[in-house]
């Protein structure tokens, strides 16, 4: 059985890549997430967030963390001021993966994570 991958972004071609691959995507749009279950596609085994500001990716994580989720997700970003100063990269199961990136580097990176050993549940009280 194919990995699952969320795919959460405004760029629905992002998702048809993964979906070519080896992979089974699920496809959120940013807005979408909050009334997204699990029960609708299965859990994922990563996640893979292309938003466009920091705390939006703070929100999701801290959500899902917060959930039981614990796949690793991937972040999609421009370098800014805002994602390097975001403490919050110490959440585990979180990688920013910088913009422009290749495709061959988006599947790298989701391989790699696939493989990493399980998140352990942080303490978010």
């Given at each position: 059985?194919?990995?699952?991958?969320?795919?959460?972004?405004?760029?629905?071609?992002?998702?048809?890549?993964?979906?070519?691959?080896?992979?089974?995507?699920?496809?959120?749009?940013?807005?979408?997430?909050?009334?997204?279950?699990?029960?609708?596609?299965?859990?994922?085994?990563?996640?893979?967030?292309?938003?466009?500001?920091?705390?939006?990716?703070?929100?999701?994580?801290?959500?899902?963390?917060?959930?039981?989720n614990?796949?690793?997700?991937?972040?999609?970003?421009?370098?800014?001021?805002?994602?390097?100063?975001?403490?919050?990269?110490?959440?585990?199961?979180?990688?920013?993966?910088?913009l422009?990136?290749s495709?061959?580097?988006?599947?790298l990176?989701?391989?790699?994570?696939?493989?990493e050993?399980?998140?352990?549940?942080?303490?978010?009280?």
């Amino acid at each position: 059985m194919a990995p699952l991958v969320l795919v959460v972004s405004r760029n629905p071609g992002l998702a048809m890549t993964l979906g070519s691959e080896s992979f089974d995507v699920a496809a959120l749009r940013p807005g979408e997430l909050a009334g997204w279950s699990a029960d609708e596609t299965g859990r994922p085994d990563a996640v893979l967030l292309d938003v466009e500001h920091a705390q939006d990716a703070l929100d999701t994580l801290t959500s899902m963390r917060a959930n039981g989720n614990l796949a690793p997700v991937l972040i999609l970003s421009g370098e800014n001021e805002e994602w390097r100063a975001a403490e919050w990269l110490e959440l585990p199961g979180a990688r920013i993966l910088t913009l422009p990136i290749s495709r061959a580097a988006i599947l790298l990176a989701l391989d790699d994570a696939l493989r990493e050993p399980d998140v352990q549940a942080p303490d978010l009280h």
